[in-house]
Structures are given as C-alpha cells and as structure tokens.
Nanobody, 116 residues
C-alpha cells in the first residue's frame, strides 16, 4: 500500500523558516515526479513546487520563487520543502503528490499557520 506522510507543519511566526517533509512508502520515489501543493482556507489548491524523478530539475509557483526550495532524497524515499521568509498569506494545508507514468498519490497534508 502506498503512503505519503507529510510532517513539519505547525504555527510559525512571520519570517519563519520551517521545513516540511514528505515520507513515502510502497513506491520507488525515483520513478515519480514529486510536487508540493497548498490550499488556503476558501481558496483552490495551487502548485507550490515540483521536482523531477531524478531530483535535479525544479519548478516553483510565482509566489514562492526565491523563498521556498524543494528537494528529494530518492535513497530515503523522502522529499522536503524548505520554506523561508514566511508571510501570513502562506498559511495553508501543504500536501505532497507523487506522480508516475500511470498513477499518482497524495498525502493527507500538514497545516502551516503563519501568525504572530
């Protein structure tokens, strides 16, 4: 059974730098493109960042470019999202997704709340 489990969320002060993790089991990470998405209250889910299956090429949504960094460790079946300079509008549930040629899987998400 495939599972993606996010961790690292919580209450963060503005300007904070939490690191989210996505631990995968039941699949071979190196065969999947991994993405982070977020959904703020009352808003549609949006793409935050993507990293290719080799863990080398990345893409970011415009609002996080230069502040967030996605990475992956295929040997550990884990992906991370380093978030810097957080602002209140970064408050959202953050989910990871693993997309293969024929399948895709989502984690349950982790809440990040940015507030002083």
């Amino acid at each position: 059974q495939v599972q993606l489990v996010e961790s690292g969320g919580g209450l963060v002060q503005p300007g904070g730098s939490p690191r989210l993790s996505c631990a995968a089991s039941g699949l071979t990470f190196s065969r999947y493109v991994v993405s982070w998405y977020r959904q703020a209250p009352g808003k549609a889910r949006g793409l935050v960042a993507t990293i290719d299956s080799a863990g080398s090429n990345t893409n970011y949504g415009g609002s996080v470019k230069g502040r967030f960094t996605i990475s992956s460790d295929n040997a550990k079946n884990m992906a991370s999202l380093q978030m810097n300079s957080l602002e209140p509008w970064d408050t959202a549930v953050y989910c990871c997704k693993a997309a293969g040629a024929w399948d895709k899987y989502w984690g349950q998400g982790t809440q990040v709340a940015v507030s002083s």
